[in-house]
């Protein structure tokens, strides 16, 4: 995999370095009518980095993806692609390329005038056009598929289609708009696998826009969370998930039960804002103890739902709030757990609780 | 599930109304080929006689000619406006934008004697006097709106991703058209062309009132010969040739709009 991939690394890629911002929103405001679909955003996407706007429908995310392509331009703000200012300058003219959602693959071309269409409206020497669609196509490993129309594609196929032709112009930075949303489970979770070792290895800097939090989690190195054109929080999968810093980060990625005012103080002793993720609570005998250095709340089992892996138990607490809590489906299976109606002890470690405001 | 009856009848009541539709057609057809002048039936004898009289009848040849440069004209005007307004509707917003559909439709459903009327007394009162130019314009006024029709049901059908993806790649507004664009309606606008010039070819009303005195289409110069008894069997040939000539465009357009995108 080694020979094609270099031929589509980019230069650029060479002298990453960290803290290097590649892309560059500036105070972007983006006005559609009295809409306010961005509203002031400020973003570093850091060079070589794998980054994903995450957010809810209508929450911005693709609006921004379509202000750095250029196909739409800010009401107020500057954007930034590799130092230079390009908040004026044409979607052909800036060295990005963008994977569309629907791919986008001119329907009347071959496969390989597809991924050569790029090189060739640059008037790239034929002969080095064909050397370099060979190679992105391999990269993708669709050599034997160059001479076929995207309509006698399979969705996977048409995908990595769409991405051979954006890669083979070595943009400084690809952009994919829900790059996996119209596959099916199983190719979609392999896809993930594919362009995180595709990103990898090409070295150039990836931003994807998605709404499906676990692909957000799985793929990329940074997030953005969006929500009504404002971001929420910008980092890893490891600080959104463990430390989400609003009461809806904690709510749109995973799942997060959550309490406040009154049930606040009743169960974690404070006023204040908490959430504890469903897999850091234990689920005890009424009569058990918790460890050491836990925290304990009575509850009742309110229903026990089997999930495959996980076993998923929704119980209300005596303080008030209904909670969720999951464990791994063999240790159900081993010991049958409390069920439907039965009074149980909830335990948790301290630090699994995050305190939101 | 409809049983052998009903099937039956629908059939023949299906087959009794293509009949009297294209069983006159077909007369004409046979009647160009008739050696009696006045089409004594059944034929007793066939003849290609007429045919070479009307091939060399200098009034019909020189209204044939008259009519190909008048259907060329409007096409062209056709095609030019037509893809401009679709291109407009379909891609850009302003202000009118809905009414626009709705005028382009309007002159075909006006009755042609208003439309003739209307351009006469314009191009009187402009003072442009009347000739092939003047039913070029006046055939125009209700071919635009085939070709903005099929080409804007395309573009609908296309949506912008395409021409955006073209753009991303470093491909200009031009190069877009040329690469992308184009290939992609082409199908569409020679349907929407072929229509237009089957329309302007056989039209009569509208082309009465903006020809002029001295120049003829095919259409005016067989309404002007069709109750001279001598010129009967001629007229019956040109009758006939002119429906071979339309049968063949329309056909290909109805081929062509059914096809996809791909050309």
Redesign the interface.
Known sequence: MTGPVQALRSPSGLDAGPGVADVRLEAVTKRFGDVVAVHELTLDVHRGEFFALLGPSGSGKTTCLRMIGGFERPTAGRIWLAGTDVTEVAPFAREVNTVFQDYALFPHMTVEQNVGYGLMVARVPKRERQERVEQALATVRLNAFGSRRPGQLSGGQRQRVALARALVNRPKVLLLDEPLGALDRKLREQMQVELTLLQRDVGITFVFVTHDQDEALTMADRIAVFRDGRLEQVGTPEDVYDRPETPFVADFIGTSNQAAGAAAVAVFGSEGHFALRPERIRVLAAAGAPGPGEVAAPAQVVDVVFAGATVRRVVTLDAGPTWVVTAPAVEAAAVPGPRRGDRVLLAWSEDAVRRLG | MLTTTPRRVLAAVMGLGLLIVYLPLAIVLVNSFNSSRTFAWPPSELTTHWWSQAWLSTGARSALRTSIFAGLGATAVALVLGTMAAFAVSRYRWFGRESVSFLLLLPIALPGIVTGIALNNAFRVAGTGFGLLTIIVGHSTFCVVLVDNNALARLRRLGG??E?????????VW?TFR??TF??LRSALFAGGLLAFALSFDEIIVTTFTAGAGVRTLPIWIFENLFRPNQAPVVNVVAAALIVFSVVPIYLAQRLSGTT???
Do not use: N
Not at chain 2, 164 to 172: K, Q, T, V
């Open positions: 991703t395409l955006e993806a073209s753009m991303d790649l470093g491909a200009g190069q690469y992308v290939p992609l995108s791909t050309h």
